[in-house]
């Protein structure tokens, strides 16, 4: 391993991982397996100060929900990743059809090179850790830019892995969006993106000057959908989970419900005492995440007003007590009948205010939300399979969880991602390693081949090979 210095200038360090990386084409199972090992136990070892520091990042955020929602996810997909490696770098054979034969063919699985990570603030660990993680063992060297929102998590990043790693394998650069945006100009193999649709986009045209390919994990406006088949509290716990863990900032949170018409009053009962019991108090509850900044709380705000002020009936579904805006953490809300054209309708909340809109029909849901830009998750909750099996055959989204809210994040077996403005491209487990690796088709040809058929000239033999 060379030693280079962590404070090189951000070009030196790419140049360094590059030269690194074309230096050593093929990198072995034991390497690969090491540089996760040395991740997985520098979690490990650090998981508790990790927790901390992210709660000095949001004010109020308890390590156990850290545990609970960001490093459970990371450690589970990591051993995954651990488990599986072997069988996933191995070649794949292909059958050869006739006219090729006898040669053999196989698919050769390759690291592409130096991967770019660009992380957001709201799993701070899972979020970039993770891609991390899969894109060393998938045998590339990393260069990894956390959140700036999260200045102590980033910074205790950026130091244990300074002592785990070498620069040329794998850094943490800290910084805003200025040295987000140098980062997202150098020419990565990969660039892996997590952060907003509006990100995106400057990230994917930086990117494309490059010709470097990305992943975009974007985010959106998630629907929720209650079927009239459903059992209404138990969903409504379900719902307020989803919503208010992390006070709504997780990506794939609910954004909207959509709900059977004349079933408002019984969801606005049933979701209130959902939020008191999951949350018995807002103000000091360390569990109850804070907003993670005065702009995205002033935000949130101006969405409610603008509701308030345009007649729809916000309710506030705090207990007793409240929220503390001191510690900027927001009363969970319910917004009834909002109308279209509010921006609580167009853009992603990312906060833990829930619009709902009464549907009438099945095919009215499903318009609702075709009309829109195709969202990151899409919850339904019912017992008529019939009904679910026909929202989810009409609509298309990047991932979906029936009966329950977030849960299809957690499982590895599944690729996680977005479709069109919630970003493109998928990871976790196998769907991840492949997408930090270039799958090289191989044909090996054998001297008796009868390829030589197909050669000039084209004259009678040739009528008679097509013919
Ligand atoms: P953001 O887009 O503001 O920032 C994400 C990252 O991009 C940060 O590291 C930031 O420094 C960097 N950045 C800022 N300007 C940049 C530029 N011009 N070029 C390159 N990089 C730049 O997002 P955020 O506020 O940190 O996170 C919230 C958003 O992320 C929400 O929209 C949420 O839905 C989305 N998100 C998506 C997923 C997912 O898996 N799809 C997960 C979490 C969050």
């Not at 690291?111 to 063992?137: D, E, S």
């Not at 986009?201 to 974007?218: D, F, G, I």
Request: net charge neutral; aromatic share 8%.
């Amino acid at each position: 391993m060379t030693q280079i210095p962590p404070t090189l200038p951000l070009r030196a360090l790419f140049d360094a991982q590059y030269n690194a990386s074309r230096a050593q084409v093929d990198v072995p199972l034991a390497l690969r397996r090491d540089r996760l090992g040395r991740l997985r136990s520098l979690v490990d070892t650090h998981a508790q100060a990790l927790a901390e520091a992210v709660q000095a990042d949001f004010g109020v955020r308890s390590p156990q929900l850290t545990e609970a929602a960001d490093l459970f996810v990371l450690r589970a997909g990591m051993a995954q990743v651990d488990k599986h490696l072997a069988r996933w770098m191995k070649p794949r054979r292909v059958a050869t059809p006739l006219y090729l034969q006898p040669a053999s063919a196989h698919i050769q699985r390759q690291p592409l090179g130096v991967v770019g990570v660009i992380g957001p603030w709201n799993y701070p660990l899972q979020l970039t850790f993770g891609p991390a993680a899969t894109a060393l063992a998938a045998g590339n060297r990393v260069m990894l830019k956390p959140s700036e929102l999260t200045p102590h998590t980033s910074a205790l990043m950026a130091s244990l892995v300074q002592q785990a790693f070498a620069a040329d394998e794998f850094s943490v650069v800290v910084g805003g969006p200025d040295v987000a945006q140098e980062f997202s100009r150098l020419p990565f193999d990969h660039l892996f993106f997590t952060g907003s649709t509006q990100v995106g986009r400057l990230v994917a045209a930086a990117a494309a000057a490059n010709l470097t390919p990305t992943t975009l994990e974007l985010g959106g406006k998630s629907p929720c959908v209650v079927d009239a088949s459903c059992d209404l509290e138990d969903a409504s716990v379900k719902i307020a989970h989803g919503k208010l863990l992390n006070a709504g900032q997780t990506c794939i949170a609910p954004d909207y419900v959509l709900l059977p018409r004349g079933q408002e009053a019984a969801f606005e009962r049933a979701y209130t005492a959902a939020a008191a019991r999951l949350f018995p108090t807002i103000a000091g509850n360390p569990d109850y995440a804070a907003i993670v900044s005065e702009r995205h709380q002033a935000r949130l705000n101006a969405l409610l007003e603008e509701a308030r002020a345009r007649g729809a009936r916000v309710v506030d579904v705090a207990p007793a007590g409240g929220g503390g805006t001191a510690a900027r953490q927001m009363s969970p809300a319910l917004v009834f009948d909002p109308e279209p054209d509010l921006r609580l309708m167009h853009e992603e909340i990312f906060g833990p205010i829930l619009p709902v809109v009464p549907y009438d029909g099945m095919d009215d849901a499903i318009t609702f939300i075709n009309l829109r830009p195709r969202p990151l998750a899409l919850y339904w909750f019912g017992a008529d399979s019939a009904a679910r099996d026909r929202l989810l055959s009409r609509t298309v989204s990047g991932g979906v969880t029936v009966n329950d809210t977030l849960m299809h994040v957690a499982h590895e077996g599944l690729p996680f991602g977005g479709v069109g403005e919630s970003g493109w491209g998928s990871y976790h487990g196998e769907s991840g390693f492949l997408r930090f690796t270039q799958q090289k088709p191989v044909l090996v040809q054998s001297r008796w081949a009868m390829g030589h058929l197909f050669y000039p000239p084209y004259g009678p033999r040739f009528a008679r090979v097509m013919g």
